[in-house]
């Protein structure tokens, strides 16, 4: 174990470099989780394997000389101290004995970190674990991409195979990424749901460094179907019937995605009575249902004849639609 280094700094005043908490836009108070997941979403903006920024090669530099020491709490507690009191720009001139209660691994120091590291860490070596410059070795794999996939409603009860061609960025041998088409087999299994996901392995965001590309999640979504309304694995399906229909009773036919079936309508049905069909929805453990949502339909009286049948119905059905009014 080794103390930091005091050589060269004992009486010598430097400008310290730009804050290493602003750097990484976390607070003081910020949890060794929250440095981590800074750094992690820094490096794949300015890592030169990636990014397009003109300044990338320098802010990459600060980020990894900040999570250098932000990132090990030992180094983060004697930056704390020191950082202690002083402001931005001012030369600083490390306190007597500021180093007392601190030891780190020996090790060699990083080559390309600023003086201020140099004078005051100089020699103890990188933390064990921590991420290296991009002229190091440093492998940090891809990030994970989320797309939707628009599918029939039919592919559900069935399952299917589609053929997708996708957008895939790659990193080429000068570091640049590129796109390319790719085109690739999808397998829609029978039973998924709206909102669930297909992983496609490899084919989200490139790696940095080497590091293993992200994968690529496609959110499963049903295209508006003309008949049938989806909720969860449960289908809804709106069926006209006449008046005497819904009066008297009826046997009546209507779709379901795997095939017609005949249904009866119980006599003295209401407009938006629903007849649960078990079992005729999205398959699965256990399947979902299918709800028949009755609607009476009226038919047009448009020839004389037609237009007595409803002052018939006037005169013998004693019936008030709006009797709740009590008007």
């Not at 020191?82 to 020996?106: I, K, N, V």
């Not at 399952?159 to 080429?172: H, I, M």
Request: overall charge neutral; charged content about 30%; proline content about 9%.
């Amino acid at each position: 174990m080794c103390y930091p280094n005091q050589q060269g700094i004992k009486n010598a005043a430097m400008t310290p470099p730009r804050d290493y908490y602003e750097v990484l836009g976390v607070p003081r108070s910020a949890s060794q989780d929250d440095i981590k997941k800074a750094f992690r979403r820094l490096a794949r903006q300015y890592h030169p394997d990636v990014s397009k920024e003109p300044d990338a090669e320098r802010r990459m530099k600060e980020i990894n000389e900040a999570f250098e020491v932000l990132g090990d709490p030992e180094k983060r507690a004697a930056y704390d101290r020191l950082a202690s009191g002083h402001r931005a720009g001012e030369e600083f001139q490390p306190p007597p004995g500021w180093e007392r209660g601190f030891a780190f691994e020996e090790g060699a120091a990083p080559h390309d970190f600023s003086d201020f590291f140099e004078a005051i860490f100089g020699g103890i070596g990188r933390r064990r674990g921590a991420a290296r410059g991009f002229d190091d070795e440093f492998a940090m794999p891809g990030t994970d991409e989320h797309a939707r996939l628009e599918i029939d409603l039919e592919d559900s009860f069935r399952g299917a195979t589609r053929e997708l061609t996708l957008r895939v960025p790659e990193v080429d041998a000068h570091g640049e990424v590129k796109w390319r088409a790719r085109t690739v087999q999808i397998t829609i299994p029978r039973g998924i749901r709206a909102g669930q996901q297909i992983r496609l392995a490899g084919l989200g965001g490139p790696g940095i460094g080497g590091g293993a590309p992200g994968d690529l999640y496609l959110e499963v979504q049903f295209r508006p179907h003309r008949w049938y309304r989806v909720d969860g694995r449960d289908l809804y399906l709106t069926v006209p019937v006449a008046p005497w229909e819904a009066a008297l009773g009826a046997d009546v036919r209507i779709p379901t995605p795997e095939g017609p079936v005949d249904v009866h309508v119980p006599a003295h049905s209401g407009n938006g009575r629903k007849l649960r069909l078990r079992g005729r929805g999205i398959p699965g453990n256990p399947p979902g249902d299918l709800y028949a949502v009755l609607d009476i339909v009226l038919p047009e009286a448009r020839t004389e004849k037609q237009k007595e049948v409803y002052r018939a119905m006037a005169r013998e059905m004693p019936f008030d639609p709006r009797r709740e009014f009590g008007l």
